[in-house]
T-cell receptor, first 114, second 113 residues
Framework: DTEVTQTPKHLVMGMTNKKSLKCEQH?????MYWYKQKAKKPPELMFVYSYEKLSINESVPSRFSPECPNSSLLNLHLHALQPEDSALYLC?????????????FGEGSWLTVV | GENVEQHPSTLSVQEGDSAVIKCTYS??????FPWYKQELGKGPQLIIDIRSNVGEKKDQRIAVTLNKTAKHFSLHITETQPEDSAVYFCAASMGAGSYQLTFGKGTKLSVIP
């Protein structure tokens, strides 16, 4: 069982709504990630936080806003999304290592934008 | 940047047979290679990984082999069971604290009872 917990599991939102996805891990990992996955495709990296600081933003539109309140929590704030943003959003975490970070994924939040 | 090719895209095997999935990578600087299993409606689950200083690693019915010279690595599943049915992704990372994984496009494995 994954030790990365995501809520909610399912979310339906309108294009004018504001909502948030939440993620929590208790493995003592200091890197946390947001990925987006469309059907029949591999996960695509969106953001990485390392030691609670944003390290990587893969040119993600500003309607997605990440937040890392502490080393165990990661949020993704959603505002004015488009139907094409409908996807599985995966949170992940890892240690910060000198070679090859072993990344553990949560079960994901299924987002539908109507 | 790194490019990872994964084959086959679909694979059907009879229960009890072996399954092999192959991946090639382009950047010789990559040194960490995880494999993920993703069941329908769930997140990817790490099943095995290998680092470039090792040629082979086994965990019960699952093994991974790495050929650094040829830049390819493979997942071997023996004595397949219906619960092995899933999509499998290989990935490569350049290590040295790299946060980025480059994924293959996935292999849908079906184990026929």
């Amino acid at each position: 069982d994954t030790e990365v917990t995501q809520t909610p599991k399912h979310l339906v939102m309108g294009m004018t709504n504001k909502k948030s996805l939440k993620c929590e891990q208790h493995m003592g990992h200091r890197a946390m990630y947001w990925y987006k996955q469309k059907a029949k495709k591999p996960p695509e990296l969106m953001f990485v936080y390392s030691y609670e600081k944003l390290s990587i933003n893969e040119s993600v539109p500003s309607r997605f806003s990440p937040e890392c309140p502490n080393s165990s929590l990661l949020n993704l704030h959603l505002h004015a999304l488009q139907p094409e943003d409908s996807a599985l959003y995966l949170c992940a975490s890892s240690q910060v290592q000198t070679s090859g970070n072993t990344i553990y994924f949560g079960e994901g939040s299924w987002l539908t934008v109507v | 940047g790194e490019n990872v090719e994964q084959h086959p895209s679909t694979l059907s095997v009879q229960e009890g047979d072996s399954a092999v999935i192959k991946c090639t990578y382009s950047d010789s600087a990559s040194n960490y290679f995880p494999w993920y299993k993703q069941e329908l409606g769930k997140g990817p689950q790490l099943i095995i990984d290998i680092r470039s200083n090792v040629g082979e690693k086994k965990d019960q019915r699952i093994a991974v082999t790495l050929n650094k010279t040829a830049k390819h690595f493979s997942l071997h599943i023996t004595e397949t069971q219906p619960e092995d049915s899933a999509v499998y992704f290989c990935a490569a990372s350049m290590g040295a604290g790299s946060y980025q994984l480059t994924f293959g496009k996935g292999t849908k494995l079906s184990v026929i009872p």
